[in-house]
C-alpha cells in the first residue's frame, strides 16, 4: 500500500512556542493531505483539508490562525501549531488521498505534549 | 453530527470466538473504508468497498457492504489477540465528504 510519514513522531514543548510537524507521501503523489487530531480513546476528528497550491479548508471550530497549513508540494504538506498551550496537547494524524480512487492512507501520527 | 454510527462502542471476547462490528448511516456512500489502528500508531487501511452487496474476505476479517450502500459490517473469525484494535470505518458520501464513524474498540483476550 502506499506509505505516509510523519515528523516528528513526538515533539514536547514550552506553553507560547510554535511546532511544526511534517506529513510526507513517500511513493505517490498527493493533491489533497488531511490533518486530523484525535483524543484518547476516541475516534479521528478532522481539522483541515490540505490542497496543494492553493489554500486549506478548515473545519468549523478549527482555528486557521493557529493551526497554519502549508502544502507546497505534492508530497509534502506541513501543520504549524502557533502559540501552542497545553489544551493542544494530541495526537495529530495526517493522510494523503490517492486521486483515482479517493482512498486516504494514514500517517503514524505525532503525539504533541505542551508543557 | 457523525453520518456514520458503529456498533457496539466497545467489544471484549475471548480468542477464538467470533465477533462483528456494524457500521450504518442513512445517506449512501460511493464507497466505504475499514481500518484498524493500534494504541500511538496511525489506522491502517484494511479494505475498501463500493459496489452494493460486496462481500470482501481477508484471511479470518469478512467485510460486506450493504446493497443500498448505507451500511457495513466487518466479521472477524476465530478471533486472535493480534486483532485487538480500535477499528473504524470511514466513508465518502455522495457530496465527497468524507468521514469516520466514532469506533469500536476490541480487545480479544488469551
Known amino acids: 500500500g502506499a506509505v505516509v510519514s510523519q515528523h516528528p513522531s513526538w515533539v514536547i514543548c514550552k506553553s507560547g512556542t510554535s511546532v511544526k510537524i511534517e506529513c510526507r507521501s513517500l511513493?505517490?503523489?498527493?493533491?489533497?493531505m488531511f490533518w486530523y487530531r484525535q483524543f484518547p480513546k476516541q475516534s479521528l476528528m478532522l481539522m483541515a483539508t490540505?490542497?496543494?497550491?492553493?489554500?486549506?479548508?478548515?473545519e468549523q471550530g478549527v482555528e486557521k490562525d493557529k493551526f497554519l497549513i502549508n502544502h507546497a508540494s505534492l508530497t509534502l504538506s506541513t501543520l504549524t501549531v502557533t502559540s501552542a498551550h497545553p489544551e493542544d496537547s494530541s495526537f495529530y494524524i495526517c493522510?494523503?488521498?490517492?486521486?483515482?480512487?479517493?482512498?486516504?492512507?494514514f500517517g503514524p501520527g505525532t503525539r504533541l505534549t505542551v508543557l | 453530527t457523525q453520518l456514520l454510527e458503529q456498533s457496539p462502542q466497545f467489544l471484549s471476547i475471548q480468542e477464538g470466538e467470533n465477533l462483528t462490528v456494524y457500521c450504518n448511516s442513512s445517506?449512501?456512500?460511493?464507497?466505504l473504508q475499514w481500518y484498524r489502528q493500534e494504541p500511538g500508531e496511525g489506522p491502517v487501511l484494511l479494505v475498501t468497498?463500493?459496489?452494493?452487496?460486496e462481500v470482501k474476505k481477508l484471511k479470518r476479517l469478512t467485510f460486506q457492504f450493504g446493497d443500498a450502500r448505507k451500511d457495513s459490517s466487518l466479521h472477524i473469525t476465530a478471533a486472535q489477540p493480534g486483532d485487538t484494535g480500535l477499528y473504524l470505518c470511514?466513508?465518502?458520501?455522495?457530496?465527497?465528504?468524507?468521514?469516520f464513524g466514532a469506533g469500536t474498540q476490541v480487545v480479544v483476550t488469551p
Open positions: 493522510s494523503a488521498r490517492l486521486d483515482f480512487n479517493n482512498e486516504q492512507f
Open positions: 468497498v463500493v459496489t452494493g452487496g
Open positions: 445517506s449512501v456512500f460511493s464507497s
Open positions: 470511514a466513508g465518502t458520501d455522495s457530496w465527497g465528504k468524507f468521514q
Open positions: 490540505s490542497n496543494e497550491g492553493s489554500k486549506a479548508t478548515y
Open positions: 511513493d505517490f503523489q498527493a493533491t489533497t
